[in-house]
């Protein structure tokens, strides 16, 4: 929950805070007999062949394997995006020429990015869900708690329906 508030604030100020992206670029060639490997026509979006992914991970050290790639008669693109950051990989077919570039934006941007779930797997995907569904139960109980002391608290149900009520209001008012 700490971590969700942080970067909430550092979201919120995303334009104050000064970011300076790393980009590092790298080429290597592919060897002839993977180039024969790439298939003429493939269906869209099919990933590069194993032996062509191995040998691009040697190469350049960004590992495409199982990715969805982009294939046109003059290279192959595949797009590696992940949290804080970017990588993608292309391959001229016709000279074997691999073309590589990672850019990492910083550790705020990493957990900006790990805050809306942007390029963090299925994994992530399933974590912020259960850790939202653990964030509604545990509001429902603290309201049911409420309820259970609110005859000795007068400012119980005030204080809960200012906390409804301030956020609606500023919406109303001042977001347009």
Same mark, same amino acid.
């Given at each position: /929950?700490?971590?969700?508030?942080?970067?909430?604030?550092? %979201? $919120?100020? !995303?334009?104050?805070?000064?970011?300076? #992206?790393?980009? /590092?670029?790298?080429?290597g060639v592919l060897p002839a007999p993977l180039r024969a490997a790439? #298939?003429?026509?493939? !269906?869209?979006?099919?990933? &590069?062949?194993?032996?062509? !992914?191995?040998?691009?991970?040697?190469?350049?050290? &960004? $590992? #495409?394997?199982?990715?969805?790639?982009?294939?046109?008669?003059?290279?192959?693109?595949? !797009? /590696?995006?992940?949290? +804080?950051?970017?990588?993608?990989?292309? *391959?001229?077919?016709?000279? +074997?020429? *691999?073309?590589?570039?990672?850019?990492d934006r910083g550790w705020i941007s990493y957990l900006n990015d790990l805050h809306k779930g942007r390029n963090a797997g299925a994994?992530?995907?399933?974590?912020?869900?259960?850790?939202?569904?653990?964030?509604?139960?545990?509001? %429902?109980?603290?309201?049911?708690?409420?309820?259970?002391?609110?005859?000795?608290?007068?400012?119980?149900?005030? *204080?809960?329906?200012? +906390? &409804?009520?301030?956020?609606?209001?500023?919406?109303?008012?001042?977001?347009?």
């Amino acid at each position: /929950m700490l971590l969700f508030s942080i970067t909430g604030i550092t %979201l $919120n100020h !995303a334009g104050s805070i000064a970011a300076k #992206p790393v980009v /590092m670029t790298s080429t290597g060639v592919l060897p002839a007999p993977l180039r024969a490997a790439l #298939p003429a026509a493939p !269906a869209a979006d099919a990933p &590069l062949p194993p032996p062509v !992914a191995a040998a691009v991970d040697h190469a350049v050290g &960004l $590992n #495409p394997a199982g990715r969805p790639a982009e294939w046109s008669e003059g290279d192959v693109y595949v !797009a /590696m995006p992940r949290p +804080g950051g970017d990588a993608w990989v292309s *391959i001229d077919r016709a000279s +074997g020429r *691999i073309s590589a570039e990672t850019t990492d934006r910083g550790w705020i941007s990493y957990l900006n990015d790990l805050h809306k779930g942007r390029n963090a797997g299925a994994t992530w995907f399933w974590f912020i869900d259960i850790f939202a569904a653990a964030c509604i139960l545990f509001t %429902l109980t603290g309201l049911l708690l409420l309820q259970l002391h609110a005859r000795h608290r007068r400012l119980t149900w005030p *204080i809960v329906a200012a +906390g &409804l009520a301030v956020p609606v209001v500023i919406a109303i008012l001042f977001v347009h």
